[in-house]
């Protein structure tokens, strides 16, 4: 804007003096009015200039307090006091010069107050930002985000105000301007007319109004100063119209020095060009209409609009004001507000989405816990007034804990550690949690816990979390005896291989090592040895042994050696070679693939199993007629079933009819042989019969099925029921299981159990006859007795009998083993052996115990 044109020369002034002096009298009074309008006018914009440029002072001011940059700056140590401080006398300065400047505005003066008060509130929350120190992270984290979010209320609420501020000074901007307009259009008239009577009047007329033209042309350079030192493009265009007379265009007339700054261009170059040409973006983003639309309908725009200059992006507020020529733009940079807001917005998102993965990782870390079978436990650190860990917290326990202890994780959540646990200060795991907590290393140890004489082991991991540590323990209770066991091995091995060489040859066993990579083998000398060959202690490739291999055999070797080579699997077979002497030999080779300096070779050893060989060629004819054997056994248990009984049966007959028809005439001696042959007869009926059970008892049946031993008891007493009436016997049961068996050997063997106590009852008292159950450890079973199973069903059948010495424990389970005279009681002892066999069978041991004239125990322990 050439703010020349509202004045005129001095020669102009000289021309009006000399020919208005008549009028001078009258229209002196009025020029000075003017001329002092108008340098009000001017410093009154200049004035609203200066609030402006505060106000965009004040606006960075608090865009400054809601940057990530200056928050993380007051968050850091030790540099946030002086921070702190610089920022709030920053921000007093800014508001002391916004009172100076409106002083004579109330209006402006009244909004200023609560503008006051909420800087005072801005620079509290700042500081309770910049002191805030928490010890736990998470909280740290919330204090942190909600005194953000309180900064950030304030902070709007600051941007109201400032706006409301800045609308009114826009008013008051666009009233003086408009006023400025006048005053400079009526100022030149006036002084033309002054002028020419400037001359007449006096040369100190004319000094006074040159004066004044001067203090104007001070306040149009001060004016162009405050607009090339704004941190605001300030431009002024003037209208272009068509041959229409159609706004369709404008000419930049003015462009203050910020249009170099931030966009790169030259103000003095912009001058007299078309704003389309300038700022084409501003047709083709549809700014242009809505500027022609301000000018014509005399309406102010406001606008804010991305743009990229020099491949950077900027944001712009820009204002458009009608003027009474033209229109002036302001346009204040924002980008560090736009990036700010951005950058919450961003903020924002990326926080939503930790929440959305936060919320998926605790569901998927509650399905860990639920599926994993390993406990895991996290502890809060409890600690004294002087910062020791006395004790810990129980925070979180998955439900693996349940089965171990017995314990609830609900219940025990938010309990001590020493409440809950109170042996840990026994064990020393409370020094190696606090170990953890205090040096931050994962600890790593072994721990028992015994339950009801039960020992387990456990394998402990612990990890530090916060001021607390995770705890995760994995049973290890077989590891542990495999560990042992492999301890003692290891032991035992290092005795071995001081007799490997000897033992090689007595077993008839060659090492070697290979290396596929190379195809070197490295034989041991025995291996020499069993080609028929001595040892030259050299490696030889592979292929050279392979000579020794039957052609027969060959292919079989090849592919064998190729799938090993192929997945490092290990290798296993059985060969035939010959010698160098010409022999032939059966070898059986393993190995296994082992790391060995960073690559994979095979170790392993061959064997001469010739011997085994033909060892198995004679067992594989043994057996052969084993079966024919069996078969054999089998044809004679058809025969004592019926061919061996039936010759019985007749004598039976034969008695039977000889004592209905003969027994008068018989002598007594004659009557007590036929009583003998009788009970012979039956002796020998029943020692077939249970010779055949004995027999039939196969140990190789494997058709188990489920057997309920309630329903097998109470068939048992209906079989027996004539011999428990007759002795008047009680028969008392605990609740028995459901197991696997096979059911007609389980029911056998609760009838021979029963009818064992039936027959050596007491004869003063009515036999009692007791079934307990309970199931049981392995570790609870006799020693002598392996422990192939983990759990075991024990089932005791105690009576009140006359019993028997415990040296005969044993011995009254084997076959045709009687304890007492055939004429003291009946049987033939068999019953208890066929009660042995049938716990055999079921993988289970039967063991009595008894004291003569207390009664017996008969014990069987079936596994689970």
């Not at 804990?401 to 646990?421: A, F, L």
Request: hydrophobic share 35%.
């Amino acid at each position: 804007m050439d703010l020349k044109r509202v004045y005129t020369s001095t020669k102009t002034y000289i021309i009006l003096l000399v020919s208005g002096f008549i009028l001078l009298l009258v229209t002196a009074s009025m020029a000075y009015k003017q001329i002092i309008k108008l340098q009000q006018s001017a410093e009154m914009i200049t004035h609203t200039v200066h609030v402006y440029n505060v106000l965009g002072n004040l606006s960075r001011h608090a865009i400054q307090a809601d940057s990530e940059e200056f928050k993380q700056e007051l968050l850091k140590k030790p540099t946030v006091s002086e921070a702190l401080s610089r920022y709030s006398l920053e921000g007093k300065k800014l508001m002391d010069s916004l009172k100076k400047l409106t002083v004579d505005s109330p209006m402006q003066q009244t909004k200023l107050k609560p503008l006051g008060s909420l800087l005072n509130k801005l620079n509290g929350q700042l500081y309770v930002l910049d002191t805030l120190n928490l010890e736990s992270d998470q909280e740290f984290f919330e204090a942190r985000e909600l005194q953000k979010a309180k900064i950030s209320k304030t902070l709007f609420n600051i941007r109201v105000i400032e706006n409301q501020i800045l609308k009114e000074e826009e008013r008051l901007m666009h009233k003086r301007k408009s006023e400025y307009a006048s005053h400079k259009f009526l100022a030149p008239l006036t002084s033309l007319v002054l002028a020419f009577f400037a001359l007449l009047i006096s040369f100190v007329s004319f000094l006074r109004i040159y004066r004044n033209k001067m203090r104007f042309k001070r306040s149009e350079a001060l004016l162009k100063n405050i607009l090339s030192t704004t941190d605001n493009v300030i431009n002024y265009y003037e209208p272009l119209y068509d041959e229409g007379n159609k706004l369709v265009d404008y000419k930049i007339v003015f462009a203050n020095e910020c249009n170099r700054d931030y966009f790169g261009l030259e103000p003095d170059e912009m001058i007299g060009k078309k704003v389309s040409e300038v700022f084409p973006f501003l047709v083709e983003n549809g700014n242009m209409k809505e500027m022609i639309r301000c000018y014509r309908e005399r309406e102010t725009v406001v606008f804010d609009r991305p743009l990229v200059v020099r491949n950077e992006k900027m944001w712009f507020h820009s204002v458009v004001t009608p003027m009474e020529g033209g229109i002036l733009i302001t346009a204040r940079n924002i980008t560090a507000e736009a990036k700010a807001k951005e950058s919450e917005l961003l903020f924002k998102k990326r926080l939503e989405k930790q929440n959305l993965e936060l919320l998926n990782n605790r569901a998927f870390l509650n399905n860990i816990f639920k599926s994993i079978s390993h406990v895991v436990i996290h502890f809060k650190s409890i600690r004294d007034k002087n910062g020791t860990i006395t004790d810990f917290e129980i925070l979180f326990v998955n439900e693996k804990i349940n089965p171990i202890t017995g314990d609830i994780p609900e219940k025990i959540i938010n309990k001590k550690i020493s409440e809950v646990y109170p042996d840990i200060f026994s064990d020393n795991v409370l020094e190696h949690l606090v170990k953890v907590v205090e040096e931050g290393n994962t600890q790593q140890y072994q721990v028992p816990y015994y339950n009801n004489n039960f020992e387990q082991w456990f394998r402990v991991t612990a990890i530090k979390l916060g001021d607390g540590v995770t705890v995760t323990l994995r049973e290890i209770t077989e590891e542990k005896k495999t560990s042992d066991r492999l301890t003692q091995l290891n032991e035992e091995l290092v005795i071995q291989n001081s007799i490997l060489s000897d033992a090689e040859n007595l077993a008839k066993i060659g090492s070697f090592i290979w290396d596929p990579e190379t195809d070197n083998l490295e034989p041991s000398e025995n291996f020499y040895n069993m080609l028929g060959g001595v040892s030259d202690h050299r490696k030889t490739p592979l292929s050279e042994f392979r000579e020794y291999v039957h052609p027969e055999d060959i292919e079989v070797y090849d592919k064998r050696n190729l799938k090993s080579i192929t997945k490092f699997s290990s290798l296993e077979h059985t060969f035939r070679i010959i010698t160098k002497q010409g022999g032939l030999k059966y070898f059986k080779t393993n190995g296994q693939f082992v790391n060995k300096n960073g690559k994979m070779v095979m170790v392993g050893v061959v064997q001469d199993v010739t011997e085994s060989i033909i060892a198995e060629e004679n067992l594989l004819n043994s057996n052969l007629k084993l079966q024919q054997t069996n078969a054999e056994l089998e044809a004679f248990n058809r025969v004592a079933s019926h061919d061996l009984q039936e010759p019985l049966r007749k004598i039976q007959l034969f008695i039977s009819r000889i004592e209905d028809r003969e027994t008068e005439v018989l002598s007594d001696k004659g009557k007590a042989y036929f009583e003998k042959v009788t009970n012979a007869v039956q002796r020998m009926q029943s020692l077939i019969k249970n010779l055949l059970s004995y027999s039939r008892i196969d140990s190789s049946r494997t058709d188990f099925e489920e057997i309920d031993l309630n329903e097998t008891l109470t068939k048992v007493k209906e079989d027996l029921a004539a011999g428990i009436n007759e002795t008047g016997a009680t028969v008392v049961s605990d609740k028995l299981p459901v197991l696997k068996g096979v059911a007609f050997q389980i029911e056998q063997l609760f009838t021979n159990l029963i009818s064992n106590s039936l027959k050596y009852k007491n004869v003063s008292t009515p036999p009692r006859i007791e079934i307990r159950y309970e199931q049981i450890d392995s570790s609870q079973l006799p020693n002598h007795l392996t422990k192939d199973k983990k759990i075991y069903h024990k089932i005791t059948f105690i009576d009140d009998g006359i019993g028997f010495e415990p040296q005969y424990a044993e011995k009254i389970f084997e076959v045709f083993q009687r304890l007492h005279q055939k004429t003291e009681y009946t049987g033939n002892g068999i019953g208890l052996a066929i009660c042995k066999k049938i716990a055999e069978n079921h993988n289970g041991y039967i063991i009595a115990k008894s004291t003569v004239g207390l009664g017996a125990q008969f014990i069987v322990y079936l596994p689970l």
